[in-house]
T-cell receptor, first 116, second 114 residues
Framework: AQSVTQLGSHVSVSEGALVLLRCNYS??????LFWYVQYPNQGLQLLLK??????LVKGINGFEAEFKKSETSFHLTKPSAHMSDAAEYFC??????????????FGTGTRLQVTL | DAGITQSPRHKVTETGTPVTLRCHQT?????MYWYRQDPGHGLRLIHY???????DKGEVSDGYSVSRSKTEDFLLTLESATSSQTSVYFC?????????????FGSGTRLTVV
């Protein structure tokens, strides 16, 4: 079964600093990969996704992620953190070409704190 | 928003009572999912549906049942609520099983079992 590991349940950065949230997946075949963001008392919102094509994916709010097959990673980055980025972030994986039985599997989440 | 609503938003219930949570969508999407969110566990799949009356179990389905009698509604039932089922429950929908656009999530139902 596929799984994702998010390193660091809590990450704290200063406003204006680089944001790096780590995600590694385990799969014999590269899957579809997603990053979601959850603001307090809300549902999850899709930030970006990798399915095929370019390995550097740009999402909303200035975030981007790079799929690295050799490292089985899909780390999320943002060059300059803003206070509004404080939220919980989830990496998710979905197998490719496995029909209706496929579901998203989520990591345990990383809570991002942004300080002044 | 994507036209997915969950009801109720909050519920407190007693141990041993049945509870039904409702997910309603206006997008006519084929796939619907129920997840629970708990600290340290992320989101875990309870049940999902790939069409009317077509459902299957997820990784944490014990103690839960679901029904989907029409495209727009997906019901999650806790047959006899236990304190371990205190959680935030999220419904999600997708058009293509998540291949193209991932999932769209509802705002969640916070359930407390006392």
């Amino acid at each position: 079964a596929q799984s994702v590991t998010q390193l660091g349940s809590h990450v704290s950065v200063s406003e204006g600093a680089l944001v790096l949230l780590r995600c590694n997946y385990s799969s014999s075949v590269p899957p579809y990969l997603f990053w979601y963001v959850q603001y307090p008392n809300q549902g999850l919102q899709l930030l970006l996704k990798y399915t095929t094509g370019a390995t550097l994916v740009k999402g909303i709010n200035g975030f981007e992620a790079e799929f690295k097959k050799s490292e089985t990673s899909f780390h999320l980055t943002k060059p300059s953190a803003h206070m509004s980025d404080a939220a919980e972030y989830f990496c998710a994986v979905r197998p490719v070409n496995t029909g209706t039985a496929s579901k998203l599997t989520f990591g345990t989440g990383t809570r991002l704190q942004v300080t002044l | 928003d994507a036209g997915i609503t969950q009801s109720p938003r909050h519920k407190v219930t007693e141990t041993g009572t049945p509870v039904t949570l409702r997910c309603h969508q206006t997008e006519n999407h084929r796939y619907m999912y129920w997840y629970r969110q708990d600290p340290g566990h992320g989101l875990r799949l309870i049940h999902y549906s790939y069409g009317v009356k077509d459902t299957d179990k997820g990784e944490v389905s014990d103690g839960y049942s679901v029904s989907r009698s029409k495209t727009e509604d997906f019901l999650l039932t806790l047959e006899s609520a236990t304190s371990s089922q205190t959680s935030v429950y999220f419904c999600a929908i997708s058009e293509s099983g998540g291949r193209t656009y991932g999932y769209t999530f509802g705002s969640g139902t916070r359930l407390t079992v006392v």
